[in-house]
DNA sequence: GAGTGGTCTAGACCACAGT
DNA sequence: CTGTGGTCTAGACCACTCA
């Protein structure tokens, strides 16, 4: 552990607890930087972390603030979407039903997404994710061959997020996504188990690796009723 | 102009134009600071400014290298959604027709939001955003009355965002949002001029100021075949 | 003018990859 | 072992706020 993030979780403790109370103003970084024993510098960077957290504010000249929101957002399923379902709802039995598991080559859109050539061949898979027996969103999935090799029904039925950061040690460096609001397929209708007229909200996604390897086109179907997307969006610049 | 941030410029150019190729690795740290005649931490921050935006990834022992993606995904308008439609959409024309606008006292859902007191009065106001003569987005908007002081018929007219940067010199930190899929209202039938069985891609989101107050809570809804919500996602940590 | 946060420096040490 | 990127330091200067 470095030293500015073992600083910063300091600090977050000291917020959520109230030992900076909300709206208040903190010691500046000089003292701060004496009392844990480092450079500014070093000071300034653990603020950074938690600054981007939304967790506090600063004003040239003024000092540093504890924000008003502080105590609030203290969730961030929303951004990790590609860490995979079974993660995410750790709590919950999450179960998957592979409804497709095939082999073949690219559309044109697929290929676009992917940045693969035509005789690339891709695995896809159509997989209705249910959670604590519920039907809660159905995936239709592409990936490459040859960068998730090896895929097996078993592993579908499980996460395939373990198997690729665990079997083949492939790390995700970010993702890019749509959200729509759609009308209901027949597919739909017959595996999420949603009314002619119910809504769907689809999120379309490209997961890359590290290197900037797209990974995974797919869309996800989730009945309007069960699933929000939420964003947090907070002191991105300065 | 800060120094990273000019460096940052002028390295992006170079990635895009080609004068560095994707994928291809690009001069280390130590070469490129002598070439900027900056010190190897100025260079660091300018690079970090560039991984940020998905452009290179870097790995410790081997180099830095420029992200295959990097010449997708240049359009960010996802992110600054608070910047209100009227900067977004530039090229087009976007016009209002203000539906409702009132003061009133917050509903328990209002306050919450907006982080306020029973009789702290808020603004109340629905308008319908209309892009190149097609309806376009429905918005239900409450801001409390103290922070956006001032607002008039004229004012909600044009832009909001507008008056509240340049007039009353208050400036947006961040946003929380939540996006769903709902079935389309009668309201919203009647000024999206949709079909009964369309569905609707709502946005709820509580803007807040620099300093964590929440300044507006609002409900987008759109049409489902005119917008989708587009969010990047890269190189969060690291 | 005093105090704040933001930037920048020159140099050091470390972790890691490739040889 | 060499070269890479990540961290950390001690100190300097600047822009800004507030009394």
Redesign the interface.
């Known amino acids: 552990m470095v030293k500015y993030e073992a600083i910063a979780n300091e600090m977050r403790q000291r917020i959520l607890t109230g030992t900076y109370p909300i709206?208040s103003l903190i010691p500046d970084q000089i003292s701060l930087a004496k009392e844990f024993r480092v450079s500014r510098m070093t000071m300034k960077k653990a603020l950074d972390i938690l600054a981007m957290e939304?967790l506090i504010?600063r004003q040239r000249g003024s000092g540093t603030?504890v924000?008003?929101?502080?105590l609030?957002?203290q969730q961030d399923s929303a951004?990790n979407e590609y860490e995979g379902l079974t993660k995410q709802l750790s709590g919950k039995k999450v179960t998957s039903k592979v409804i497709e598991f095939n082999v073949e080559f690219p559309s044109e859109e697929i290929m676009k997404h992917l940045?693969i050539k035509k005789k690339q061949p891709v695995y896809k898979l159509v997989r209705l994710r249910v959670v604590d027996g519920n039907p809660y969103v159905l995936e239709h999935t592409y990936m490459p061959v040859d960068l998730a090799v090896g895929l097996t029904e078993e592993i579908l039925e499980q996460s395939i997020y373990r198997y690729i950061h665990e079997e083949l040690d492939l790390h995700f460096?970010?993702?890019?996504?749509?959200?729509?609001?759609?009308?209901s397929s027949h597919y739909d209708q017959e595996y999420l188990n949603c009314k002619i007229?119910?809504?769907?909200?689809e999120v379309e996604q490209v997961v890359?690796l590290?290197?900037?390897?797209?990974f995974e086109y797919s869309r996800s179907r989730?009945r309007?009723d069960t699933r929000?997307?939420?964003?947090?969006?907070?002191?991105?610049n300065n």
Request: aromatic share 14%; no cysteine.
């Open positions: 709206e939304g504010y603030f924000m008003k929101t502080a609030l957002n951004v940045m460096g970010g993702a890019f996504r749509k959200i729509h609001a759609d009308k007229d119910d809504p769907i909200l890359y590290k290197d900037g390897r797209p989730h309007y929000s997307y939420t964003i947090s969006d907070i002191n991105r």
